[in-house]
């Protein structure tokens, strides 16, 4: 597949050299930097997005280091979609080792960060080593200045953003900044970006990594022009696009209106939206936080979470009476309303609005700030700790006023706050008795999905490569619920190696969640990006690659068939309520399914060297 090489021969001036794939390295301990040719095999194996940034960390960060050392990476990385105007092509990957998980992480954010990337002729930006002082970046093209982030130190990530913009604000360039979390190196601290109405590299604590390099934020501007390898192809494709979506009602109207808060009334009528700790599937409290049961009560502003999306699902959301008066926020999205609402037995939107303001402000993962509080509350209700012990606070379900005291204790770590700011799996280990529900799959914390009584979605979270990833939620929703096989066990395997792959494909591209719906021939969508042919196969096989490739950066740090498991409760205590009320996981016959799919070994749960020779992955 001769195609990268094609480019590289024909670039004929500085702004073209936008499609040559290139990384922009930064050592942040002697403040240097170098750009770097990626080899085209690797663009050919990997695509870009995520597959690239796995390729990347596994050959850039050693085996078994702390991922708060100079030796761990922070990996941005773009795919062909960016910086075109391919509708949902804003998304951008991070890869890099968890201080929450001690695995390997990715993690996607929305806004213009991949954009401009592309657009200075970058599909990576590596940063490693750990600077002297607060730092922020300023990459003008490919030239790269270390600012002096002193004063920035302390501020909230949205004011830091404009700040660092500066001069550059002019020209539309990209911003993302920790805030006081990162810099206190709280373990699941997020990257904001393009604030002050954020997106996140949210998951998993890149925002910690960030910290602990005592880099503020990266602020990106690129003036090249993006040009795709078959522009009438490509506008062909762009235009089909946009026609599936005016024809869908669901992508026309409903997402574009609603987002993703629409799924919280369909998930709570099947039984699988996790109240209380993940006690049950069903919550009383369920339509006070559904939309559109709020058109009436609640207004809003529809956004688009980057350039050329035809489903603006972002919404920006302020609350204007009561306690929570002025509370804002860009969302809340699914996950939030989640883990701040059914997850702590909270049904108050005002609530959950003020406790994502604290989150984006201070840059932390809402999912796992959630989920912990969440399960605090289920250990205090279980007089496993008392007030002595959660600094006078009682911690019981339904506490809006508990749940948004206990927040301010994690983002400022102090008391009860600091070990809950550890996550749920630290904090469980402390707290004795707590273990069989404390919600995580390999030391992250769960998305919003019960999975007993979706099998599918189960082996999802078990096996996942960074641990309990809300982003395979389409096992259940696209898969699970369309063909009545939640309880099904034949061929579960085979169904979420395909649902996995997929997503592999998808990321790398990288395209959202929506544009998978509409997205067509993702094979001739990815043709026309590089002008030469890529075989449906051709992507599959990439997605494979992926997976394993991910797979070995944890077989590295220890992970085996072992670590592919679920909490207990999801194992062994039946489910209480809802349609598929009495089931449990049965996680081991799941995950053999699964292995054989795949061609690994069923002891071990890891690939073999014959299928990764196969895969050119030991070349």
Not at 80 to 108: C, D, E, F, Q, R
Request: aromatic share 8%.
């Amino acid at each position: 597949m001769p195609w990268i090489a094609k480019f590289n021969e024909t670039l004929d001036d500085e702004r073209s050299k936008c499609m040559a794939n290139q990384i922009l390295r930064i050592d942040l301990s002697n403040r240097s930097y170098r750009v770097e040719e990626i080899p085209d095999r690797i663009i050919n194996q990997y695509i870009g997005g995520r597959g690239l940034g796995a390729y990347l960390l596994y050959n850039s960060v050693p085996p078994r280091i702390d991922p708060l050392g100079e030796k761990n990476h922070l990996i941005f990385t773009a795919g062909p979609s960016n910086g075109t105007n391919l509708s949902y092509s804003s998304k951008t990957v991070i890869n890099t080792k968890s201080p929450l998980t001690g695995i390997y992480l990715y993690a996607m954010s929305s806004g213009t960060i991949g954009h401009q990337m592309r657009k200075a002729g970058l599909w990576a930006i590596d940063v490693a080593g750990i600077a002297d002082s607060p730092t922020y970046l300023e990459i003008n093209n490919q030239k790269v200045e270390f600012k002096d982030a002193t004063p920035l130190w302390g501020m909230e990530s949205g004011e830091a953003q404009r700040v660092m913009l500066g001069g550059l604000s002019a020209r539309k360039a990209a911003t993302m900044a920790i805030g006081p979390a990162g810099e206190r190196l709280l373990r699941y601290a997020a990257i904001m970006v393009d604030g002050p109405v954020y997106r996140a590299f949210g998951r998993g604590g890149s925002g910690c990594v960030m910290g602990s390099k005592k880099l503020k934020g990266i602020v990106i501007y690129g003036d090249g022009k993006i040009e795709v390898g078959d522009r009438d192809g490509f506008e062909k494709i762009r235009k089909d696009i946009l026609s599936r979506v005016k024809e869908n009602e669901q992508w026309a109207t409903l997402w574009r209106r609603y987002g993703t808060r629409m799924s919280v009334d369909t998930l709570n009528k099947l039984g699988l939206l996790p109240t209380r700790n993940w006690q049950g599937g069903t919550f009383e409290g369920a339509e006070r936080l559904s939309f559109p049961s709020h058109e009436k009560e609640w207004t809003w502003q529809n956004k688009p979470c980057g350039p050329f999306c035809p489903t603006p699902c972002s919404l920006y959301m302020e609350v204007e009476k009561g306690p929570y008066q002025g509370a804002h926020c860009d969302g809340p999205e699914y996950e939030t309303i989640y883990a701040f609402g059914p997850s702590c037995g909270v049904d108050k939107l005002d609530a959950i609005i003020a406790a994502n303001q604290i989150c984006d402000e201070n840059g932390i993962d809402t999912m796992s700030a959630g989920s912990s509080i969440g399960f605090a509350m289920e250990c205090f209700e279980k007089g496993l700790i008392g007030t002595t012990d959660t600094d006078g606070i009682e911690l019981r379900f339904g506490d809006d006023k508990a749940m948004i005291a206990m927040l301010k204790k994690i983002v400022s770590q102090e008391g009860f706050g600091l070990l809950l700011s550890e996550g749920v799996r630290r904090a469980s280990q402390e707290i004795k008795g707590s273990e069989s529900f404390a919600i995580q799959a390999k030391g992250l914390e769960l998305g919003g999905y019960e999975c007993r009584g979706a099998n599918g979605q189960a082996l999802q979270f078990a096996i996942n490569n960074r641990g309990g990833c809300h982003h395979g939620y389409g096992v259940v929703a696209r898969v699970e619920i369309h063909d009545g096989t939640r309880l099904q066990l034949e061929g579960k395997g085979e169904q979420v190696k395909n649902m996995a792959i997929g997503q592999m494909i998808a990321d790398s591209i990288p395209c959202c969640v929506f544009g998978r719906q509409v997205f067509g021939s993702v094979d001739k969508n990815v043709s026309s990006l590089f002008g030469e042919a890529w075989a449906f196969d051709d992507l599959k096989e990439a997605g494979m690659r992926i997976i394993c490739r991910e797979r070995l950066f944890n077989m590295r740090e220890g992970i085996t068939r072992e670590d592919d498991t679920l909490p207990g409760r999801l194992l062994n205590e039946p489910k209480p309520d809802g349609p598929t009320k009495g089931e449990v996981v049965p996680l081991e016959k799941l995950k053999d399914d699964y292995y054989r799919a795949l061609g690994w070994d069923l002891s071990t749960g890891n690939p073999d060297n014959s299928l990764l020779d196969k895969l050119g992955i030991n070349k």
